[in-house]
């Protein structure tokens, strides 16, 4: 009965973050699964469901394995629990392929598509002045898949763009560094891989203090979280209707807010249509979210139709012509004789007819079907009448 609390207790802790949400990655600070002390070399049967298939990644754990020293962690101790991860993510091996290593995993729900998520992992590097390790290198990435990574690139490593990067070297050797970023999913990705996706030549690196001949970069990784994005977010896309405004309030207490035009308020004022973009960070996270505005027709259409004219060539009211205080997205009219012939046809609000087609005057009958947009709402409108025509 207690070894069940416990075990139910611990996927709790795996599961769920500190404001409840639902983590998506499963034993996100690298926990032991397996029995303790811990004698496999397969990852999968000390922390599952993580492994690596290119590299040799390397688990530190407080009690049940290798707890790291002074030379191959700097005697770290974990950001979280009792485990973490150590991983390469520049240098050149005798082969002449980039040092690369990857840790991966399945996600406990697929990502779903147009959804934001917040992704953080922590990291510190290392270094080891004996196996010339003390680079601070970019692009510690993640990348999200719908399959996983499981063959062993030529190159030496996964070409790949990851949807969450570090821009800039890490070079902290006091504390461990968080890297975080809000991104948007395609849909269906299922599994999450760490490393650098990059080559040497594209990869920034930076000597760390007191490193003597740094060649290599080692970084430690732990306390890895996927949640839906639960920063300050701006509203969905909208409109705006002529000579209108609208007013953006973002409840975002804890976080700052740097807009497109350079100001810094929680509240924007808006009066025209456009794309309106904000960053919004709080202390360990960023991202830029964006606001289209579409301009909009506000009042309601409507096309005027004359009930007669007059086409004898004396330059007054001699042609029907309809009009619109509106953009039509769609406009037709048929007129017919008092026999059911009909004499004229357009879908162009522009033409208007003479009255050539017929000989006679007299009452004719029209029937006008226009088509227009009303605050992102298609209105379509029908219209019948009567019109005189005297010649």
């Known amino acids: 009965m207690y070894k069940k609390l416990a075990v139910t207790l611990l996927l709790f802790t795996f599961l769920y973050g500190a404001k409840g949400q639902v983590n998506l990655v499963y034993n996100n600070s690298f926990e032991n699964t397996g029995p303790c002390p811990i004698i496999s070399t397969d990852l999968p049967d000390f922390i599952f469901p993580w492994d690596s298939t290119?590299?040799?990644?390397?688990?530190?754990?407080?009690?049940?394995?290798?707890?790291?020293?002074a030379t191959t962690t700097n005697n770290t101790p974990p950001f979280d629990g009792e485990g973490f991860?150590?991983?390469?993510?520049?240098?050149?091996?005798?082969?002449?392929n980039p040092n690369r290593e990857y840790l991966h995993a399945q996600l406990s729900n697929s990502l779903d598509s147009?959804?934001?998520?917040?992704?953080?992992?922590?990291v510190k590097p290392v270094i080891d002045n004996a196996r010339n390790i003390g680079y601070g290198s970019s692009n510690i990435g993640v990348a999200f898949t719908d399959s996983i990574?499981?063959?062993?690139?030529?190159?030496?490593?996964?070409?790949?763009?990851?949807?969450?990067?570090?821009?800039e070297p890490i070079t902290a050797l006091n504390n461990w560094t968080p890297v975080c970023e809000v991104f948007r999913a395609n849909g269906n990705e299922q599994y999450i891989t760490i490393g650098n996706f990059s080559d040497d030549p594209a990869t920034a690196i930076v000597p760390l203090t007191n490193a003597t001949n740094p060649q290599q970069a080692y970084y430690l990784i732990d306390y890895v979280t996927l949640v839906e994005n639960d920063l300050p977010k701006l509203p969905n896309d909208t409109i705006i209707c002529e000579n209108g405004r609208i007013?953006?309030?973002?409840?975002?207490?804890?976080?700052?807010?740097?807009?497109?035009?350079?100001?810094?308020?929680?509240?924007?004022?808006?009066?025209?249509?456009?794309?309106?973009?904000?960053?919004?960070?709080n202390p360990s996270c960023s991202y830029t979210d964006t606001l289209l505005v579409e301009p909009a027709f506000c009042e309601d259409c409507k096309v005027y139709v004359p009930n007669a004219f007059t086409p004898n060539g004396d330059g007054l009211n001699d042609e029907f012509r309809l009009r619109a205080n509106c953009d039509l997205l769609r406009y037709r009219i048929n007129i017919f004789d008092r026999w059911g012939r009909k004499v004229f046809e357009?879908?162009?609000?522009?033409?208007?007819?003479?009255?050539?087609?017929?000989?006679?005057?007299?009452?004719?009958?029209?029937i006008v079907e226009y088509e227009f947009d009303l605050l992102r709402d298609t209105q379509v409108i029908i219209e019948r009448g009567i019109l005189t025509v005297v010649k």
């Not at 147009?114 to 922590?122: D, H, Q, T």
């Not at 409840?251 to 808006?270: C, H, K, M, Q, Y």
């Open 54 to 69: 290119f590299g040799d990644v390397d688990y530190y754990h407080m009690t049940c394995g290798d707890p790291g020293s």
């Open 85 to 96: 991860i150590g991983l390469f993510t520049y240098g050149t091996l005798p082969n002449g």
């Open 114 to 122: 147009g959804k934001l998520y917040r992704f953080s992992f922590y």
């Open 149 to 167: 990574f499981d063959s062993i690139p030529s190159v030496g490593y996964y070409q790949f763009q990851p949807q969450v990067v570090s821009d």
């Open 247 to 281: 007013d953006v309030e973002l409840n975002a207490p804890n976080s700052t807010v740097v807009w497109d035009d350079e100001s810094t308020g929680l509240t924007r004022i808006i009066t025209e249509p456009g794309i309106y973009y904000a960053t919004i960070s």
């Open 346 to 366: 357009s879908d162009n609000i522009d033409v208007s007819w003479d009255g050539s087609e017929s000989d006679h005057q007299g009452v004719f009958s029209y």
